[in-house]
């Protein structure tokens, strides 16, 4: 205690500038060492880190916390997806027409290289990095199981990839209500776009994470789903067409359901009786709907398996 | 110094309270045995986990911590059942795995903030405490940059810094100086006594190297092909070496003629200035220094001869000095 004594008279004198006030902002100058503090506050559980992951993941996808590079892709595609609603818009504005030319609903498969290119780009980001770089014993060793990891991903991947489709409908909603067209119709077709939205974004979302998470090398996961997507997309085409001229017509409507986009299309396109994307004819509708709706329901849950059992040895042996 | 820390040790390795019990511990991997009947109490304070590569130390840390669940046998961490309790523990327990584990396009604070929220804790901690945590072990400006352009030191540092930033009671550190240079070794092995010293945290640190932890180990366990081969407190084996290396500026002899007639066992007067002298109590340290300030010489060092704990796994050696 009487050895702090000389210090208050000590500052005065080296330094006279100072008036005697300045004897606590001095003390300021020094640097404590405080030493490792503890934490005693509160610890969350697992609902937490799950949703801590995912937002993480969502940031991530669209380049938010990493360097400028990471940015580019997602937001030039964001920007490519969102200009046709924009000219659609100024087309009618300009012509008066007075409806859309493309529907709430088809406008995702018309746009489906970019989307494709938008998930060969996210995809990878969500699983192949932390594979690549060892990541995963990090995160297993932190208070949630694998099982969370693979869920936070696929839904980090999901979300992301509705709001982009989500943002591009609504910007065909804004158009069109700005241009006059009747309200209740554009809403209602809007919904239907929602729903076509969220069913591509979930299947995408696991296809595109089961072809991420078994190709770690930068790139190849990338190629991969770029070629999944868009090689199956054009097979699957061409097998359409030629069932359609050898005369099996139901063979055709059901070869649909082999490619994600059209899977959805006619899913949506049976379900909400609108009209179908690429003049394409699917199976009739009840039957349609369930058979679709099956599929899409199958896929998503094979790709949740696989994913799962792609990750029960992760990080261990 | 060095005899008084020895006597703290050897308080700490009786201490009641065993942060790791394994009973019975095994575990195969198709036909290869990792691990074979292991049972092992590990103290509080730096336990040093020996073995060369491929002895079961990683296995045994992934049991330890839930990941992988043992074919037989129980482990226990901070009282709690790794097969059952694998989130419990690894929200109080930090892991620094031996590989490369980071992401290289992101700055070692968004990722280590990143990871602390995956340890629960709230975003405004998880912020606060990695800027706490990244200054203690070392890491300052380079913080914001991307984690690629880090050398390998500094990533190690990054990696204890994720295993530390929530606080945990016990951290598991495998083979953290791998890699590292001779000064970045040093560096380490120093940070990780702090952890323990002035952390108040507990270590559990796998070296293939006995020699670098028998530095900072309180406990040292060995394990060679899953099997234990030993498991004894750092103090226990090094307090029977009992020599004392006293060197003194001037009046060796007299110093030495005075500890001979208060009955020390005075040994090897090789040098002019040094001698050693049997250490048979605390008494011997008292007359050194009364002997010295008598005689008014100058202490240059008193230096407890500690037994290199490689001494005790020569088996001729074995019964006489470390299990007595």
Redesign the interface.
């Known amino acids: 205690m009487s050895g702090a004594e000389p210090v208050p008279s000590a500052i005065p004198s080296a330094v006279p500038a100072r008036s005697a006030a300045s004897a606590a902002p001095a003390a300021d100058d020094v640097i404590h060492d405080i030493?490792?503090?503890?934490?005693d506050?509160?610890?969350?559980?697992?609902g937490?880190?799950v949703r801590?992951?995912l937002v993480?993941t969502v940031r991530g996808v669209f380049g938010l916390?990493?360097?400028a590079r990471?940015k580019a892709m997602p937001w030039a595609l964001i920007g490519i997806l969102l200009i046709p609603p924009l000219i659609i818009a100024l087309s009618i504005l300009l012509t008066g027409g007075d409806q859309l030319p493309v529907s709430y609903t088809q406008y995702p498969s018309s746009m489906s290289l970019v989307i494709a290119l938008f998930v060969a780009g996210a995809a990878p980001y969500c699983v192949s990095?932390?594979l690549r770089?060892?990541?995963?014993?990090?995160?297993?060793?932190?208070?949630?199981?694998r099982s969370d990891y693979v869920f936070a991903k696929f839904a980090g991947l999901s979300i992301s990839l509705f709001a982009v489709l989500a943002l591009a409908d609504t910007l065909l909603l804004v158009g069109a209500l700005l241009t006059k067209l009747p309200v209740g119709d554009q809403l209602a077709g809007w919904a239907g776009g929602m729903v076509t939205s969220a069913v591509l974004a979930v299947l995408l979302g696991g296809i595109g994470l089961v072809i991420a998470a078994f190709t770690t090398r930068r790139g190849l996961g990338v190629a991969a789903i770029i070629t999944a997507l868009m090689v199956v997309s054009g097979i699957v085409a061409m097998l359409v067409a030629v069932a359609d001229q050898k005369g099996y017509p139901t063979v055709a409507s059901y070869l649909h359901v082999l490619d994600p986009f059209s899977l959805v299309d006619g899913f949506v396109t049976r379900l909400l009786g609108v009209d179908a994307a690429n003049g394409s004819t699917y199976p009739p509708a009840p039957l349609g709907a369930v058979v679709f709706g099956l599929v899409i329901v199958g896929a998503i849950g094979a790709c949740l398996g696989i994913l799962v059992r792609r990750y029960r040895k992760v990080?261990?042996? | 110094m060095d005899h008084r820390a020895a006597l703290g040790r050897a308080q700490d390795g009786a201490s009641p309270v065993p942060s790791v019990v394994a009973e019975d511990l095994t575990r195969t991997?198709g036909p290869v045995t990792a691990l074979s009947q292991l049972s092992v109490e590990m103290p509080e304070g730096v336990v040093g986990l020996v073995g060369a590569n491929g002895a079961g130390k990683s296995t045994l840390i992934?049991i330890l911590?839930g990941?992988?669940p043992p074919t037989s046998g129980r482990a226990r961490m901070l009282g709690m059942d790794a097969a059952t309790e694998g989130?419990?523990i690894?929200?109080i327990?930090?892991?620094m795995?031996e590989?490369?584990?980071?992401?290289?396009?992101?700055s070692a604070t968004?990722f280590v903030v990143?990871?602390a929220?995956?340890?629960?804790?709230?975003s405004a901690?998880a912020r606060e405490?990695t800027a706490?945590t990244l200054r203690?072990v070392g890491l300052y400006e380079e913080r914001y940059r991307?984690i690629g352009g880090y050398s390998t030191g500094m990533k190690q540092r990054v990696k204890l810094a994720?295993a530390l930033v929530?606080?945990p009671k016990l951290v598991l550190l495998d083979e953290p100086t791998n890699g590292l240079d001779p000064a970045g070794r040093d560096e380490m092995l120093g940070l990780i006594q702090r952890i323990s010293s002035?952390?108040?945290i507990s270590v559990v640190v796998t070296s293939h190297l006995l020699g670098e932890l028998e530095r900072i180990a309180d406990h040292i366990v060995v394990i060679e092909a899953g099997v234990l081969q030993r498991s004894t407190s750092t103090a226990d084996a090094t307090q029977l070496s009992g020599v004392l290396l006293v060197e003194v500026t001037d009046g060796a002899p007299e110093l030495v003629a005075r500890l001979r007639a208060a009955g020390a066992q005075v040994a090897d007067d090789g040098g002019a200035h040094t001698f050693t002298v049997e250490l048979a109590g605390e008494w011997v340290l008292d007359a050194v220094q009364d002997g010295a300030a008598d005689l008014g010489v100058g202490l240059v060092r008193m230096q407890r001869r500690r037994h290199h704990l490689t001494e005790i796994f020569r088996p001729e050696q074995e019964g006489g000095h470390v299990r007595s």
Request: proline share 8%.
């Open positions: 030493g490792f503090r503890h934490y506050g509160q610890r969350f559980g697992r937490w880190v801590s992951l993480e916390g990493r360097p990471a990095r932390d770089h060892g990541v995963m014993p990090l995160y297993l060793s932190r208070p949630m199981k990080g261990v042996v | 991997f992934k911590l990941l992988l989130l419990a690894r929200q327990v930090g892991y795995p590989s490369d584990c980071l992401p290289t396009d992101v968004e990143h990871l929220r995956m340890s629960g804790l709230p901690v405490r706490d203690h991307s994720q929530h606080d002035d952390f108040a």
